[in-house]
C-alpha cells in the first residue's frame, strides 16, 4: 500500500533528541490510512554502552486499532528495544527482554506491542540497540484497522460523521435536511466545477477560469481577485465566529467553541479542537475475558458471569446480570395459598400450614407431622378408669366395671345408688312378707299377733 513521506516537524524531533540522548536517528512521518507498513533499518550498537535507536513516526487517529511488530534478520544474543511515544513525547509502551521477552533474542525472533490509539497525532515507533557488533537489519511492520465506528463501511477522514451509519461518501443526499449525508461538504447535491480547479461553483468565484478559486495566490494590484476573497491582493484572515481563530486554521468558523485551542470533549462526535477526529476513549478493561467490560459484567472475574450468559434458576447467582438470581415460582396445585413443598398436601385445599387442625380424626391437618391427639383424663386409684369415668376415683373398688353389692348403701359399679333388694311379697296385707309371715295367707298370723292359747293356731309365727 502507498504511502505518504512528510517533512519532520522539528518541534516533535528536538524534545525527543534531549529525551533520550539518541547518537542515531532517521525519522520519517507517514500519514497513514488504514493498512499495512513496513519499515526497515540496520542497528550499530558497536557505541556501547551509547545506544543507536531508528525512529518511525505514524500519524494515527482516535480509536485506530494498531499492532507492531519489529523482526530481527538472521541476528540473535543481542539486548533490543522497542517504544511507542505518544505524540507529546511521552513514553506509551515499551518492550525488551526484561519486559516480555527479548525483541531479537534469536534468529528470527520477534516482539510484537497491540493497542487501541488514545488520541490523533504523530506516535513514534522506536527500534534500538546498545551492545551488538555490527548492523543488525531489522523490520518493523505496522498494521492499523480503521476507526468505523458506525459499520458504514468508512472511517475518517473520508466519512465525515462517524456516529451516523447513512452517512458516508457516495450515500444518497436528501436535498434541504440540512444534512450532508454523502459527505460532499453540501446539503444535496454538490455544485459542478467547471474549471476543474477543486472549488465547486458555490465556493469559486470564477468557475470558468481555474488560475481562480479560494485557494489561489492573489497578485495585488492587478485588478483580479484570484483568491476569491472580495478584494485585489491579500485580504486578511476572515474569523466568522471571533474565536480569534482565521478560515483555513480553524476547521469550523461557524462555531466559536470548534477551534485549535478548544478542549476536546471525547466520545461527542465533534472535533472541538480541530485535531482531525473526535477523541474516542479506549474501551474500559475486560479482566475475565468474556466480552463484557467492567461496568457492564457484574463479575468482571468470572467469565460464566455477564449480561449474555445464560441464567441457572434457584442455585443463589446472578449469571446474567440482571440484578438477582432466576427463582422458579412456587405451584399451588390445591389453591390455597401454600406451595408444594410448604403444603403436606397440595391435594386438599382443607391441609395447609394455616388450617385448624381437628383432633382425634387421624388426619394431620396442618401439617404439623401428626394428628392432634387429646390427652386420656387422670386415673386416681390405678384402676384403669379415669376421673369423669369412674365415680369415686379414690377407691379402686369402685369403678363402672365392679361388682355391685346390693343393699349395703354403696355404689360400687357407678350406677348412680346402691343396689336394693326388692321386699318380700305379703299376700295378706298384714305388713309381714313371706319368709317373715308364717301364713301369708291369714292376716290375724303373723309376728306379733295375739296368741290364742290351746286352738292349735301359731298365732305369732313362735
Not at 180 to 202: E, K, L
Not at 256 to 263: D, R
Not at 350 to 372: F, H, K, M, R, V
Not at 392 to 413: F, H, K, L, W
Amino acid at each position: 500500500m502507498a504511502f505518504q513521506i512528510k517533512q519532520l516537524r522539528w518541534y516533535i524531533l528536538i524534545p525527543l533528541l534531549l529525551l533520550v540522548g539518541l547518537s542515531t536517528v532517521h525519522l520519517a512521518t507517514v500519514n497513514a490510512n488504514p493498512g499495512t507498513f513496513t519499515f526497515g533499518g540496520a542497528l550499530d550498537g558497536t557505541n556501547y554502552p551509547s545506544s543507536e535507536y531508528e525512529d518511525h513516526v505514524v500519524h494515527l487517529i482516535a480509536g485506530e486499532q494498531v499492532s507492531a511488530t519489529a523482526t530481527c534478520n538472521n541476528h540473535d544474543d543481542m539486548d533490543t528495544q522497542m517504544w511507542v511515544f505518544l505524540p507529546n513525547g511521552t513514553e506509551f509502551m515499551y518492550d525488551d527482554e526484561g519486559n516480555g521477552g527479548w525483541l531479537c533474542a534469536g534468529i528470527y525472533h520477534a516482539s510484537a506491542v497491540s493497542f487501541s490509539a488514545p488520541l490523533t497525532g504523530d506516535f513514534v515507533f522506536r527500534v534500538g540497540t546498545w551492545d551488538y557488533p555490527a548492523d543488525m537489519p531489522y523490520t518493523l511492520t505496522v498494521s492499523i484497522a480503521g476507526n468505523d465506528q458506525d459499520g458504514d463501511g468508512f472511517a475518517p477522514p473520508a466519512d465525515c460523521n462517524m456516529n451516523d451509519a447513512t452517512t458516508y461518501p457516495g450515500a444518497p443526499d436528501s436535498v434541504g435536511d440540512s444534512i450532508d449525508q454523502n459527505c460532499d461538504g453540501v446539503d444535496g447535491i454538490a455544485p459542478p466545477d467547471a474549471d476543474n480547479d477543486t472549488y465547486r461553483s458555490d465556493v469559486d468565484c470564477n468557475d470558468n477560469n481555474a488560475s481562480i478559486n479560494p485557494g489561489a495566490t492573489d497578485i495585488a494590484g492587478d485588478g483580479i481577485d484570484q483568491n476569491c476573497d472580495g478584494v485585489d491582493g491579500i485580504a486578511a484572515p476572515v474569523d466568522a465566529d471571533n474565536d480569534t481563530y482565521a478560515v483555513g486554521v480553524d476547521c469550523n468558523d461557524n462555531d466559536a467553541s470548534i477551534n485549535p485551542g478548544a478542549t476536546e470533549i471525547p466520545d461527542d462526535g465533534i472535533d472541538q479542537d480541530c485535531s482531525g477526529a473526535d477523541l474516542v476513549t479506549p474501551p474500559p478493561a475486560d479482566v475475565d475475558g468474556d466480552t463484557y467490560a467492567v461496568g457492564v459484567d457484574c463479575n468482571d472475574n468470572d467469565a460464566s458471569i455477564n449480561p449474555g450468559a445464560t441464567e441457572i434458576p434457584d442455585d443463589g447467582i446472578d449469571q446474567d446480570c440482571s440484578g438477582a438470581d432466576l427463582v422458579t415460582p412456587p405451584v399451588d396445585a390445591d389453591n390455597d395459598t401454600y406451595a408444594v413443598g410448604v403444603d403436606c398436601n397440595d391435594n386438599d385445599a382443607s391441609i395447609n400450614p394455616g388450617a385448624t387442625e381437628i383432633p382425634d380424626d387421624g388426619i394431620d391437618q396442618d401439617c404439623s407431622g401428626a394428628d392432634l391427639v387429646t390427652p386420656p383424663p387422670a386415673d386416681v386409684d390405678g384402676d384403669t378408669y379415669a376421673v369423669g369415668v369412674d365415680c369415686n376415683d379414690n377407691d379402686a373398688s369402685i369403678n363402672p366395671g365392679a361388682t355391685e353389692i346390693p343393699d349395703d348403701g354403696i355404689d360400687q359399679d357407678c350406677s348412680g345408688a346402691d343396689l336394693v333388694t326388692p321386699p318380700p311379697a305379703d299376700v295378706d296385707g298384714d305388713t309381714y312378707a313371706v319368709g317373715v309371715d308364717c301364713n301369708d295367707n291369714d292376716a290375724s298370723i303373723h309376728p306379733g299377733a295375739t296368741e290364742v292359747a290351746d286352738d292349735g293356731i301359731d298365732q305369732d309365727c313362735s
